[in-house]
């Protein structure tokens, strides 16, 4: 009788371990509305930004997102910076949403920059248009990944410590 009370009591325990408060990690000991956007950058790469309109689509995503998003463009090349606040599956690759708006996506060799960053790369094609497109994340304490599934497992186990920077570069091809 008594191995049986223990058992039903083990049992109750149990079920009720899904209903405590999460365990804290020290990522939740700073709110992410404290952290404090130091505002979008005004060139890339040595070039001036012009910001560009945000779609309706990109909007909507927009209000979910835990950070902010902005779009601009240097005359040349579209480049999409997101300002990220915890570690999400809302900033995923690329290639994703040009597959989603109807590119067929082609990976690409690793891109690295002349400051030594290296950027994940792909081409992306729709009927005539080429687009050669990188992106990458980054801190400013000089962490970086070259695609989102590094940052997030990295952002997740907590061995980067936001908030991040995910720029993508979008430059047409000839």
């Known amino acids: ?14 079920a009720l371990v899904p209903l405590l408060p999460a365990a804290r990690s020290r990522r939740d000991n700073t709110e992410t509305s404290s952290v404090i956007f130091p505002g979008w950058p005004v060139s890339f790469e040595g070039q001036a930004l012009k910001p560009l309109a945000m779609s309706e689509r990109e909007q909507r995503f927009g ?53 030594g960053a290296r950027w994940g790369s792909f081409t992306a094609t729709r009927k005539e248009e080429r687009l050669r497109v990188r992106e990458r994340i980054y801190t400013d304490a000089g962490d970086s990944w070259p695609d989102a599934s590094a940052w997030y497992w990295s952002a997740t186990g907590e ?16």
């Open 1 to 14: 009788m008594r191995r049986t009370a223990c058992y039903v009591i083990a049992c109750a325990l149990a």
């Open 63 to 115: 209000r979910d997102f835990p950070g902010r998003i902005a779009r601009f463009t240097d005359g040349k090349r579209e480049i999409i910076i997101r300002w990220v606040t915890q570690p999400t599956r809302k900033l995923h690759p690329a290639s994703d949403c040009f597959e989603g708006i109807g590119y067929s996506v082609k990976p690409s060799a690793l891109h690295v920059d002349s400051n």
């Open 159 to 174: 061995k980067s410590l936001g908030p991040w920077w995910a720029v993508t570069v979008a430059e047409k091809q000839e």
